[in-house]
DNA sequence: GCGACAG
DNA sequence: ATCTTGTCGC
């Protein structure tokens, strides 16, 4: 599939956050978004060893998936290295160059994209989800695992269920209950899906486990791309 | 000033 | 993210 590119590429923090803020208004934030997408691509990326600075060996996977079924359509892995070190925040860079690959090694252009980390609920509202939604120009949302920014009351146990996640007086994603009595997940929106539809989706991809099929999809192949060296 | 801090 | 043993539970 088309990915628009990349450059220019940061050098610096400092640069890196300019992109973002360059970046952030070409956000479609309006709704609803895919609400029934026939085809989910996630995305992920496996580290070698430590994986604190950059230039460490890496493997990104993006795995796409029938809705309905949740059968592999698709897949593509490429290794490479690590493009930015960690920096909290920044953190997009870091993975996006080997992402962008993996994506324009796709043989079909899905009507979804599931990142794992953080959309809309970062910093500067423009985390991983965003930065892909505007270079893929498809609707994109995040799932992470763990809290980044943001304060929230814990949601009800049952599946489904969730609460705001809010930030500078903003409702900027949801922690959302995706497997009974088991630790939420953090949804948020990255371009044109609105936060309802991106919670039924999360929903809709986790039929039996906490995180979204497409994320543990992706998790595996890039990690099997790792090992085989 | 002191933590916290997606992956 | 990754490094790791044992341990609890279905």
Do not use: N
């Not at 989910?40 to 580290?47: E, N, P, R």
């Not at 359509?73 to 962008?100: K, M």
């Amino acid at each position: 599939m088309e990915v628009a590119d990349l450059h220019p590429w940061p050098a610096t923090p400092r640069e890196a956050e300019e992109i973002q803020d360059r970046l952030r208004p070409m956000l479609d934030l309006d709704g609803p978004g895919p609400r029934e997408p026939r085809t989910v691509a996630g995305l992920d990326v496996s580290y070698a060893g430590d994986g604190g600075g950059a230039g460490v060996r890496l493997a990104a996977a993006a795995v796409v998936l029938d809705t309905g079924s949740l059968e592999v359509v698709a897949e593509r892995v490429v290794t490479g290295t690590a493009a930015f070190p960690y920096v909290p925040g920044l953190f997009a860079f870091r993975e996006l160059p080997a992402l962008v690959e993996a994506l324009r090694a796709l043989p079909v252009s899905p009507d979804l994209l599931v990142c794992d980390g953080y959309g809309l609920a970062h910093p500067r509202r423009f985390g991983l989800a965003c930065h892909v939604g505007v270079l893929t120009g498809l609707p994109t949302i995040g799932i992470a695992k763990t809290g980044f920014i943001g304060s929230y009351d814990p949601p009800g146990r049952r599946r489904g269920d969730g609460s705001p996640l809010r930030d500078g007086g903003e409702v900027v994603g949801r922690v959302l209950r995706t497997r009974d009595g088991v630790r939420p997940v953090f949804v948020s929106v990255g371009h044109r899906v609105d936060l309802d539809t991106a919670c039924h989706l999360a929903l809709a991809l986790t039929p039996r486990y906490r995180l979204p099929e497409t994320t543990r999809r992706a998790d595996r192949l890039s990690r099997d791309a790792l090992a085989a060296r």
